[in-house]
Nanobody
């Protein structure tokens, strides 16, 4: 079992920055591939970014490339999402997730490919 707890959400202005954190506990020795998803009201949960267990590989959805950066600190069992140049359309509940798959490639982009989820943290961006 892996428990995930997100933090760092809140209010941001367009053009501003926020950093989300996801602290993992439980069976973290396996260093799973991790991801961030988001879900806006009335929309399906969508992939944002993913990172491999050793942090060497990352992938992003097109709408956040160049603005968001996913990273991890395995010594702290924490994954981060640095969000810069925020836009109102980034408003959503952000979830971190741990992959079911040991192998990173191909990058896992769909919610059903992840076995553990955090409770989510709200990000609201005002224009």
């Amino acid at each position: 079992q892996v428990q995930l707890v997100e933090s760092g959400g809140g209010w941001g202005q367009a053009g501003g920055s926020l950093r989300l954190s996801c602290a993992a506990s439980g069976r973290t020795c396996s260093r799973p591939n991790m991801a961030w998803f988001r879900q806006a009201p009335g929309k399906e949960r969508e992939f944002v970014a993913t990172i491999s267990g050793n942090g060497g590989e990352t992938d992003y959805t097109d709408s956040v490339k160049g603005r968001f950066t996913i990273s991890r600190d395995n010594a702290k069992n924490t994954v981060y999402l640095q969000m810069n140049s925020l836009k109102p359309e980034d408003t959503a509940v952000y979830y971190c997730a741990a992959s079911k798959y040991l192998i990173y490639y191909p990058p896992r982009l769909f919610p059903h490919e992840y076995g553990y989820w955090g409770q989510g943290t709200q990000v609201t961006v005002s224009s």
